[in-house]
């Protein structure tokens, strides 16, 4: 592709590749600039936050000087050619730069260290001159995190060091040419030719003393992070279609996770618009009970193991001491967040505000999420582990809670202002239900389960009366109403219901909500943001669950199509141009993906 003009200063979000450490999260551009980067944690205020505000975030570019090329005769527009991949098996990113007067390539990791994350932050930025001579600018520019506070250079005898809050950066670099450094920036430039290497690298800590490591040391992380994906994704165990998919979008799981505590994140950013007209802005550098869940039930069927029991360890700690009133969603660091939003003074996304920190989710009620408790732990125990006896106690009792927690209203997976009696929230008490029954009929909870049996029956037998609507011929979204929702198709894949009445449900919910293989969330949505991502890959799990199996690979390969050049999704697309909405990478989206990948293979 060529290089894409920026508008305004920001780029589309489908310009943006993801790299991290298991602690935070970079964005990329196509054009060399990393738009977004938080340190020292993916929750951390960002550094580097152009992608949220083109004037004032900040940002580190690297890229072909269009200058130098632009008087060399060269029309960067037409004959810059950009090629990007990750390099296999890795979230370690290569860009390739191709011009009339020669190739580089440039090698982007946020370093880990011989076993993980670094006790540190350092993205390395390696450059490769493949042939002829190119010249090459660079810039690290600290934003004001989020107009929180003010970047400074200070000049020390070990050169210069930024300064922002509570953070210290320096750039550490190997034949960039001399550092300009400005009162808030510093820059360079040179020309690779064949055979060359370059590094740029960001360092940086937090409240800590500032770690200065050589620039072999710092390309010696590199080969270590990409020895350390590549490990891992060696482990996963998939043989089947969309074999690069699922093992790209097990990357952005793990590229989500939060190695110090086991929690994984929603999404890496904040306040990307869910439509083009603003308002529905959301922070999603949190740890969502569901998304966790979910991405436990995917990468258990891979047959991943360390992660796993990271994750599944760190929500039953929440469990115990949130029960029997779970939180929705937490920091990654396990802490309960704030009630409510601040709303920054930045503008956002190509001016599309506002901006915010926090999430007004934390405190509502959503019944699904014992079902994901329950599902979780059934799942972990059938991989051949036990429970340990106060999560056993302690499961018991929430089984208990949900007995009399099922009939009240609530708010949803979709985390509504109005409480109502969601179908799909029904169906997450049955599964919690019917997934404690199985672990006592198994010996891993006490007490008798003659209650959750009556209660699971009342709960379908509910369903039945109030969750589904014989004119529609669909389940729909709450009891009384005839709108649809496409999140009770997440229950072929819990097993409440893979027969005709969920393969009608289908039926219903591609006609009212589809768009093509894309589909809105719920009734009503079309007209207030785009196509959520993960219900498309959940109408082809669900497809395939109900035997409809040819329909179910159309829609997946359909899907699979909207990804960005790397395999990335953001949380929606807008279906008149497949522009990405929302947050990303989005935890959601990608574990859909799996779900269906997995489904359709059948693990």
Same mark, same amino acid.
């Not at 550490?172 to 820059?187: K, N, V």
């Not at 060696?234 to 043989?239: A, G, K, N, R």
């Not at 190509?350 to 989710?361: E, F, H, L, W």
């Not at 229950?491 to 768009?515: K, N, Q, V, Y």
């Given at each position: 592709?060529?290089?894409?003009?920026?508008?305004?200063?920001?780029v589309?979000?489908?310009?943006?590749?993801?790299?991290g450490?298991?602690?935070?999260?970079?964005?990329?551009?196509?054009?060399?600039?990393?738009?977004?980067?938080?340190?020292?944690?993916?929750?951390?205020?960002?550094?580097?936050?152009?992608?949220?505000?083109?004037?004032?975030?900040?940002?580190?570019?690297?890229?072909?000087?269009?200058?130098?090329?632009?008087?060399?005769?060269?029309?960067?527009?037409?004959?810059?050619?950009?090629?990007?991949?990750?390099?296999?098996?890795?979230?370690?990113?290569?860009?390739?730069?191709?011009?009339?007067?020669?190739?580089?390539?440039?090698?982007?990791?946020?370093n880990?260290?011989?076993?993980?994350?670094?006790?540190?932050?350092?993205?390395?930025?390696?450059?490769?001159?493949?042939?002829?001579?190119?010249?090459?600018?660079?810039?690290?520019?600290p934003?004001?995190?989020?107009?929180?506070?003010?970047?400074?250079?200070?000049?020390?005898?070990?050169?210069?060091?930024?300064?922002?809050?509570?953070?210290?950066?320096?750039v550490?670099?190997?034949?960039?040419?001399?550092?300009?450094?400005?009162?808030?920036?510093?820059?360079g430039?040179?020309?690779?030719?064949?055979? *060359?290497?370059?590094?740029?690298?960001?360092?940086?800590?937090?409240?800590?003393?500032?770690?200065?490591?050589?620039?072999?040391?710092?390309?010696?992380?590199?080969?270590?992070?990409?020895?350390?994906?590549?490990?891992?994704?060696?482990?996963?165990?998939?043989?089947?279609?969309?074999?690069?998919?699922?093992?790209?979008?097990?990357?952005?799981?793990?590229?989500?996770?939060?190695?110090?505590?086991?929690?994984?994140?929603?999404a890496?950013? *904040?306040?990307?618009?869910?439509?083009?007209?603003? *308002?529905?802005?959301?922070?999603?550098?949190?740890?969502?009970?569901?998304?966790?869940?979910?991405?436990?039930?995917?990468l258990?069927?891979?047959?991943?193991?360390?992660?796993?029991?990271?994750?599944?360890?760190?929500?039953?700690?929440l469990?115990?001491?949130?029960?029997?009133?779970?939180h929705?969603?937490?920091?990654?660091?396990?802490?309960?967040?704030?009630?409510?939003?601040?709303?920054?003074?930045?503008?956002?996304w190509?001016?599309?505000?506002?901006?915010?920190?926090?999430?007004?989710?934390a405190?509502?009620?959503?019944?699904?999420?014992y079902?994901?408790?329950?599902?979780?732990?059934?799942?972990?125990?059938?991989?051949?582990?036990?429970?340990?006896?106060?999560?056993?106690?302690?499961?018991?009792?929430?089984?208990?809670?949900?007995?009399?927690?099922?009939?009240?209203?609530?708010?949803?997976?979709?985390?509504?202002?109005?409480?109502?009696?969601?179908?799909?929230?029904?169906?997450?008490?049955?599964?919690a239900l019917?997934?404690?029954?199985?672990?006592?009929?198994?010996?891993?909870?006490?007490?008798?389960?003659?209650?959750?049996?009556?209660?699971?029956?009342?709960?379908?037998?509910?369903?039945?009366?109030?969750?589904?609507?014989?004119?529609?011929?669909?389940?729909?979204?709450?009891?009384?109403?005839?709108?649809?929702?496409?999140?009770?198709?997440l229950? *072929?894949?819990?097993?409440?219901?893979?027969?005709?009445?969920?393969?009608?449900?289908?039926?219903?919910?591609?006609?009212?909500?589809?768009?093509?293989?894309?589909?809105?969330?719920?009734?009503?949505?079309?007209?207030?943001?785009?196509?959520?991502?993960?219900?498309?890959?959940?109408?082809?799990?669900?497809?395939?669950?109900?035997?409809?199996?040819?329909?179910?690979?159309?829609?997946?390969?359909?899907?699979?199509?909207?990804?960005?050049?790397?395999?990335?999704?953001?949380e929606?697309?807008?279906p008149?141009?497949?522009?990405?909405?929302?947050?990303?990478?989005?935890?959601?989206?990608?574990?859909?993906?799996?779900v269906?990948?997995?489904?359709?293979?059948?693990?």
């Open positions: 592709m060529t290089l894409e003009d920026r508008r305004d200063g920001y589309d979000l489908r310009s943006y590749a993801a790299i450490n298991g602690r935070t999260v970079a964005l990329v551009a196509h054009d060399g600039s990393v738009d977004w980067f938080p340190v020292p944690d993916l929750d951390s205020a960002p550094v580097f936050a152009r992608l949220l505000d083109a004037d004032h975030g900040g940002c580190i570019e690297l890229a072909p000087d269009e200058e130098a090329l632009g008087a060399a005769g060269v029309d960067v527009a037409a004959d810059l050619e950009v090629h990007r991949e990750y390099v296999p098996g890795t979230n370690v990113l290569r860009t390739t730069y191709s011009t009339p007067v020669g190739t580089v390539r440039v090698t982007d990791s946020v880990m260290g011989s076993t993980g994350a670094l006790p540190w932050t350092e993205l390395a930025r390696c450059v490769e001159g493949v042939d002829g001579q190119v010249p090459m600018r660079w810039r690290v520019i934003g004001t995190m989020l107009n929180t506070a003010s970047p400074w250079v200070q000049q020390t005898d070990q050169g210069p060091v930024i300064r922002i809050g509570e953070v210290s950066l320096a550490r670099g190997e034949d960039i040419g001399a550092h300009d450094a400005g009162p808030q920036t510093l820059s430039g040179f020309t690779s030719g064949e055979g *060359t290497e370059h590094l740029l690298a960001v360092v940086g800590t937090a409240a800590e003393p500032l770690r200065l490591p050589e620039s072999h040391a710092i390309r010696r992380n590199v080969d270590l992070s990409v020895d350390l994906w590549r490990r891992w994704t060696d482990l996963l165990e998939y043989d089947g279609p969309y074999e690069d998919e699922v093992r790209r979008s097990a990357l952005v799981l793990k590229l989500l996770g939060h190695s110090p505590s086991g929690s994984i994140a929603a890496a950013t *904040t306040s990307l618009p869910e439509n083009r007209e603003g *308002t529905k802005n959301y922070d999603y550098r949190f740890a969502w009970i569901r998304d966790a869940t979910y991405t436990l039930h995917a258990l069927r891979l047959d991943e193991q360390e992660d796993v029991h990271a994750a599944v360890s760190w929500l039953l700690r469990a115990r001491q949130q029960q029997p009133r779970l929705v969603l937490n920091r990654l660091n396990g802490d309960l967040p704030e009630a409510g939003t601040t709303e920054l003074e930045v503008p956002g190509r001016g599309i505000g506002p901006v915010v920190s926090g999430n007004d989710a405190d509502q009620l959503q019944l699904g999420v079902g994901d408790i329950f599902d979780m732990a059934t799942l972990y125990v059938g991989g051949g582990n036990v429970l340990d006896a106060e999560t056993a106690r302690m499961l018991s009792g929430l089984a208990d809670a949900v007995c009399d927690l099922w009939i009240r209203p609530d708010a949803g997976m979709w985390e509504l202002p109005e409480h109502r009696h969601y179908t799909s929230s029904k169906m997450g008490c049955w599964v019917d997934r404690a029954i199985t672990l006592a009929d198994g010996g891993h909870l006490p007490g008798t389960d003659d209650r959750w049996r009556d209660e699971r029956d009342r709960i379908r037998a509910w369903i039945d009366e109030h969750g589904w609507s014989e004119e529609r011929g669909a389940y729909v979204m709450y009891r009384g109403s005839e709108e649809l929702d496409v999140s009770v198709l229950h *072929t894949i819990s097993g409440f219901d893979t027969g005709p009445r969920m393969s009608s449900t289908i039926d219903a919910l591609r006609e009212e909500l589809g768009r093509g293989p894309l589909l809105y969330r719920y009734s009503g949505m079309d007209a207030e943001e785009g196509t959520f991502t993960a219900c498309g890959f959940w109408c082809a799990a669900a497809l395939a669950l109900v035997g409809r199996r040819a329909e179910a690979r159309e829609q997946m390969d359909a899907m699979l199509a909207r990804a960005n050049d790397l395999g990335l999704y953001t929606m697309i807008d008149a141009d497949d522009a990405f909405l929302g947050n990303m990478p989005q935890a959601l989206s990608h574990l859909a993906l799996l269906a990948a997995l489904t359709l293979n059948g693990q």
